[in-house]
């Protein structure tokens, strides 16, 4: 049906099934299966208040094997209390015993309205069916499955050679909403074929996430649910990877690669978006000054505002930086609107008309040059704020 | 025409007029004149990039005294560089002037469209003469001067007795958007009659403040323009104010009422806000928590479009408390909207429609105990956003 091509790594297997977890008409839930025991790595949420599958995925992702994932949309089982644990372990149960695997080895996410009881009665059933029939579906299928309010599914990949044998990763994630400070209300399975020692993965994993999910935001909100699990089985056969050697920047960059492309789509899909905003800082101190810059511009609500609005308002750029709390000298920054440079040294350079022409385009950029002497740089990703959001999140649970 | 009533403090004379600063059709220039030199007190915005009328200020008011201030909407006169500060000086000079007073005694204030040079050529004929014709308007005339985005003006005012006398506190201030994390795009000219040490004036307003437009929120931006100036004339005739004193502590707290109700009016008028949102931490480990955890939520936007869909999702609440940076025990929080507690110990108490009703009312009480065994508390006052705040904010300049 889809036309959305995508290699998939050797030895996974998934499957996607309808569990009615909110409502019915839709898959939402997804099994993924390692035909073979492997390495694991995990990156989870830093909110304080964590979703019932994230802290058992905490737990397990400290024995470095994972062989399945279990998913599903419409109930992120947070702020749910004992129960919750309990219905987590129900549903990895379900998983492990169906395919005859170590519980431990298996991995759950969830992702939907907080704070309601996860409807295991229906589910579990459900979950042990897709087990069962690992196989039955596409990656592309699971990416469908772990929908919420996301408009399209997200799925990348990517091939390489690694000592003489071909190398494959395909991710896929859901996002739409509540996307900053760090990644959030965003699961991420990554599944790759590589051969690749658990520190070297933890490595690649940590960079990878730190320049691609970790530099985007829709609306400041982090989630109670974040994951990032990637399962690395060694079918492709190359010789292990080992942090430090040039096999490990052509895995780690191949990596980045993938997770930036997800990282790009989840902004484009931000809830009610209407056109992917990029802000780059230049001539920062140091790469901290400039991410907290980037940060800061990219958040602000009026510079989101004025950018749907096509109004090359860098006025409300310089005073969003004004408030981040690093130091720079107002009579020097230069501000671009694609390439039009609507500031120079803190005054208008009257070309709103025609930067505000660069903001009609479905993908903006929005250049920061500081000057402060320093050469650092950071770019994050955004988008804009629109009327749609509003009414996402005021209806989400109706 | 109005029925606003308020009281109004000795010696103090009013002007206002239109200088078409940004359109014509508007009265947007006020001039307040103290018949004496006042004893003044200022807070500014502690944005890095500070509009020129704000350097001015900052610059003049450690001189401690006040006799006239002169105010403009339409144009902020930030992001304007040095012929900002030109234009700035021009104003008060044209008042200074006028009016035969010493030009380091006028305060300038301006707000509106940023990073746009100021039509001075047109204002300062229309300053001059404002300045000329004090006592043409009424307070009320000036709060209507300094609206912007504003809905209706703002002004409060109280009178009480200090040794044996009448002593007077009236305000007027304007503000919409941009309310956080500190006061922000906000005008705010307290006067008062009141004769009070400037020690005791600095510390009173330092206080109120603290207490009032710093725990307000709107979305979470800061301008470059916010001021809050207090001039005291010292015509009550009552005996002068010292810190540490009963008089002090019945003007302080008087002072305070007076700045919370123009707060409340400016959370009310929030742009696109359709109702008052007051969030009230409870059972936290020490004030700073308790404070720190009420913006996070009073902040967040998934929080502020919930209560603006009348959708009582603690989930959201408990989310934005988790990555506000304090350690907390997400199983021991209670969450009331207004009289219905909907989630006890960090689970639901299946009370949703019952606290969805709650947020149906034009002021909504969030109220969140986090039981840390703590007894600290704070409250911050925000408003929800609504489609309408976007509408606003995209085509402000247009």
Same mark, same amino acid.
């Given at each position: ?17 309808? &569990? ?22 995990g990156v989870f949420t830093t909110n304080l208040v964590k979703a019932a599958p994230v802290l058992i995925d905490m737990e397990r992702i400290k024995g470095g094997k994972g062989r399945a994932v279990v998913a599903n949309s419409g109930n992120a089982n947070a702020c749910t209390g004992a129960r919750g644990l309990k219905d987590a372990l129900k549903m990895s149960l ?26 295991? !009665? ?44 071909? =190398? ?26 590589? &051969? ?7 490595? !690649?994993?940590?960079? &990878? ?66 056109? =992917? ?77 025609? !930067? ?43």
């Amino acid at each position: 049906m889809s036309q959305i091509e995508y290699f998939m790594p050797e030895g996974f297997r998934v499957s996607s099934i309808e &569990a009615a977890v909110k409502k019915p008409g839709r898959k939402d839930v997804a099994v993924i299966y390692s035909t073979v025991s492997a390495t694991a790595s995990g990156v989870f949420t830093t909110n304080l208040v964590k979703a019932a599958p994230v802290l058992i995925d905490m737990e397990r992702i400290k024995g470095g094997k994972g062989r399945a994932v279990v998913a599903n949309s419409g109930n992120a089982n947070a702020c749910t209390g004992a129960r919750g644990l309990k219905d987590a372990l129900k549903m990895s149960l379900a998983v492990s015993k169906a395919l005859k695997i170590p519980d431990d080895e298996v991995y759950v996410a969830s992702t939907g309205v907080i704070g309601t009881p996860m409807p295991v !009665a229906r589910m579990i059933p459900k979950i042990k069916e897709a087990a069962l029939n690992v196989g039955n579906s596409t990656l592309l299928d699971a990416a469908h499955a772990i929908m919420t309010t996301d408009l399209f599914p997200k799925i990348a990949s990517a091939r390489f050679n690694i000592s003489g044998k071909d =190398v494959t990763i395909a991710a896929i994630a859901k996002g739409a909403g509540m996307i900053c400070p760090n990644m959030a209300t965003m699961l991420c399975f990554v599944l790759t074929d590589a &051969a690749i020692v658990r520190a070297a993965l933890d490595e !690649a994993l940590t960079s &990878a996430n730190d320049q691609s999910f970790n530099r985007i935001t829709v609306d400041g909100d982090m989630s109670t649910n974040d994951t990032v699990l990637l399962l690395a089985n060694g079918l492709a056969a190359n010789s292990a990877i080992k942090s430090g050697t040039k096999n490990f920047g052509i895995f780690k960059n191949a990596l980045t690669e993938v997770l930036l492309t997800l990282a790009g789509m989840i902004v484009k899909d931000g809830e009610g978006a209407s056109k =992917v905003m990029k802000v780059v800082v230049k001539g920062a101190k140091n790469e901290q000054d400039a991410l907290i810059l980037a940060r800061a511009i990219a958040s602000s609500l009026l510079v989101k505002t004025a950018v749907y609005g096509c109004d090359a308002n860098w006025g409300r750029i310089i005073a969003a930086a004004g408030h981040a709390g690093v130091d720079f000298d107002p009579n020097r920054v230069d501000i671009f609107f694609g390439g039009v440079r609507a500031a120079k040294n803190g005054l208008t350079t009257n070309n709103d008309n025609a !930067a505000a022409t660069e903001l009609k385009a479905a993908s903006v950029t929005i250049t920061v040059d500081f000057k402060t002497g320093g050469k650092a740089s950071a770019q994050v990703l955004s988008c804009d704020l629109t009327e749609e959001y509003i009414k996402i999140n005021a209806d989400y649970r109706t």
